[in-house]
T-cell receptor, first 112, second 113 residues
Framework: NAGVMQNPRHLVRRRGQEARLRCSPMKGHSHVYWYRQLPEEGLKFMVY????????ESGMPKERFSAEFPKEGPSILRIQQVVRGDSAAYFC??????????FGQGTRLTVV | SQQGEEDPQALSIQEGENATMNCSYKTSINNLQWYRQNSGRGLVHLIL?????REKHSGRLRVTLDTSKKSSSLLITASRAADTASYFC?????????????FGQGTRLTINP
């Protein structure tokens, strides 16, 4: 049973481009969370999804950010028109309900 | 304000000593979890303690939970250089039917050989 898989591990984008981050949850896990981590800081909740549904997006910036978890395929975090302040590590976690969350290795986004 | 505040923010001890990290939170929780993060890596789940539990052990790790004080502690006994990492507590809450893990800022632990 592979762990939570995130790709790419590193992503470099120029200002104004789009960034797409992918997360494949562990087999059997239908809950996916996205977190953002700035350098030397903890993880900040962004969004919680179940298959085809956004349950809680209270941590998502109102503009440029979107997330989806389709019936088939990985969860996608999409950042449009990236700015330097979007540079961070983005972590995905999956879990069955009310259990420990398992994290991927993260995608480190650098906006130049 | 941020749920799950750890203290100290940084801790440096000698190998073989015990390390204690604390976590405080503000609202009711389903459970509380501790994670470790090595520099530049993802988070590794260490231990989960449910709201009706007071203490839990896993190897050299001991976690306590005091729901009346809304606090938890993580004790690492007989520390090793490989324990050097950041440690985060995360509170697991249900908000309007949705489960959310909220993390603190973490404690950066350095074990000196």
């Amino acid at each position: 049973n592979a762990g939570v898989m995130q790709n790419p591990r590193h992503l470099v984008r120029r200002r104004g481009q789009e960034a797409r981050l992918r997360c494949s949850p562990m087999k059997g896990h239908s809950h996916v969370y996205w977190y953002r981590q700035l350098p030397e800081e903890g993880l900040k909740f962004m969004v919680y999804l179940q298959k085809e549904n956004i349950i809680d997006e209270s941590g998502m910036p109102k503009e440029r950010f979107s997330a989806e978890f389709p019936k088939e395929g990985p969860s996608i975090l999409r950042i449009q028109q990236v700015v330097r302040g979007d540079s961070a590590a983005y972590f995905c976690a999956s879990s069955p309900m009310d259990r420990a969350a398992f994290f991927g290795q993260g995608t480190r986004l650098t906006v130049v | 304000s941020q749920q799950g505040e750890e203290d100290p923010q940084a801790l440096s001890i000698q190998e073989g000593e015990n390390a204690t990290m604390n976590c405080s939170y503000k609202t009711s929780i389903n459970n509380l979890q501790w994670y470790r993060q090595n520099s530049g890596r993802g988070l590794v789940h260490l231990i989960l303690i449910r709201s009706n539990e007071r203490e839990k052990h896993s190897g050299r790790l001991r976690v306590t939970l005091d729901t009346s004080k809304k606090s938890s502690s993580l004790l690492i006994t007989a520390s090793r250089a490989a324990d050097t990492a950041s440690y985060f507590c995360a509170t697991d809450r249900t908000i309007q039917g949705a489960q959310k893990l909220v993390f603190g800022q973490g404690t950066r632990l350095t074990i000196n050989p």
